[in-house]
């Protein structure tokens, strides 16, 4: 089974819909991530937490919010989407100031 | 500002062609430098992680080289399985934790 998992794999919405991703990880690490990535703009971090009662902003965090419910299990929510959310999402995870591993992603689509 | 440039941005090899990517970067500070690589529409699969200037890591066909400006991946004799697009990212001393990604270099072994 893979370490970190991410559902849904692929989601296709509509502008003004609430959606959530969601990451579930068996690594035992404290440390959670989300990503997007768009082509030629690379990686970009939303959000990371370092524990369940530590959540911060990372350089794109406006339209996006997200849950840790466990260690286990970071979520990522758009309230309300639009088009320019378009993207691939990766959720990953680190111990310490360690490598980060990364999920399979969810390609998401809001038309 | 942190800053990771990649190069080539595309790089096609004959299988058996050696050859190397590049991973300049402007940091505060340096903690680490990662590469991983990433198949389209998936995650990125580390693999390496470089502390210090002089560092080498190796994996099959895979090297990776440090100094204090810059990082190279050398690809020895690759075969056609070595497609990938390519990632190289920096952990910075300076500011909020996190990995600042270059955009990546798409390499393509022909057979």
């Known amino acids: 089974d893979a370490d970190v998992t991410q559902t849904p794999r692929n989601r296709i919405t509509k502008t003004g819909k609430r959606i959530m991703l969601e990451c579930s990880q068996t690594?035992?690490?404290?440390?959670m991530y989300w990503y997007r990535q768009d082509p030629g703009l690379g990686l970009r971090l939303i959000y990371y937490?370092?524990?369940?009662?530590?959540?911060n902003k990372g350089e794109i965090s406006d339209g996006y919010s997200v849950s840790r419910q466990a260690q286990a299990k970071f979520s990522l929510s758009l309230e309300s989407a639009i088009p320019n959310q378009t993207a691939l999402y990766f959720c990953?995870?680190?111990?310490?100031?360690?490598?980060?591993?990364f999920g399979p992603g969810t390609r998401l689509t809001v038309l | 500002e942190d800053q990771v440039t990649q190069s080539p941005e595309a790089l096609r090899l004959q299988e058996g062609e050696s050859s190397s990517l590049n991973c300049s970067y402007t940091?505060?500070?340096?903690?680490?430098l990662f590469w991983y690589r990433q198949d389209p529409g998936k995650g990125p699969e580390f693999l390496f992680t470089?502390?210090?200037a002089g560092e080498e890591k190796e994996k099959e066909r895979l090297k990776a080289t440090l100094t204090k400006k810059e990082s190279f991946l050398h690809i020895t004799a690759p075969k056609p399985e070595d497609s990938a697009t390519y990632l190289c990212?920096?952990?910075?001393?300076?500011?909020?934790?996190?990995?600042?990604f270059g955009k990546g270099t798409k390499l393509t072994v022909n057979p």
């Open positions: 990953a995870t680190a111990k310490f100031t360690d490598t980060q591993y």
């Open positions: 690594k035992g690490h404290d440390r």
């Open positions: 937490s370092f524990d369940v009662k530590d959540i």
């Open positions: 940091v505060s500070g340096l903690r680490g």
């Open positions: 470089l502390y210090s």
């Open positions: 990212a920096v952990f910075t001393q300076g500011g909020s934790e996190k990995l600042v």
